[in-house]
């Protein structure tokens, strides 16, 4: 079993920056994959951003240029650097770990989610 714990949300102004991160305890090893993904109210959760355990990183569209994505593996840490800050970027972001082996996600952890709001 794998605990994700995220930090970092709160109340931010249009335009503004906030910084998450995600601590991960327990059988970290079998973690090959990390990742952001955001629920806003009244829609289905997406993924943000995503980082391979080699540091690959693929971002949604709508946050690229803007959010970047972090990982320190001595650490077991993820981050999520959000900048340029859109009301539409308003959700709960949940920290996601996962393995994927032949393609296929096992292995499949999920944190508690945080809030972000931006203000316009």
């Known amino acids: 079993q794998v605990q994700l714990v995220e930090s970092g949300g709160g109340l931010v102004q249009a335009g503004g920056s906030l910084r998450l991160s995600c601590a991960a305890s327990g059988s970290t090893s079998t973690i090959n994959t990390m990742a952001w993904y955001r629920q806003a109210p009244g829609k289905q959760r997406e993924v943000v951003a995503t980082?391979?355990?080699?540091?690959?990183?693929n971002y949604a569209d709508s946050v690229k240029g803007r959010f970047t994505i972090s990982r320190d593996n001595a650490k077991n840490t993820v981050s999520l650097q959000m900048n340029g800050l859109k009301p539409e970027d308003t959700a709960v972001y949940y920290c996601n770990a996962f393995t994927l082996r032949f393609g296929i996600r096992v292995y499949d952890y999920w944190g508690q989610g945080t809030q972000v709001t931006v203000s316009s």
């Open positions: 980082i391979s355990s080699g540091g690959s990183t």
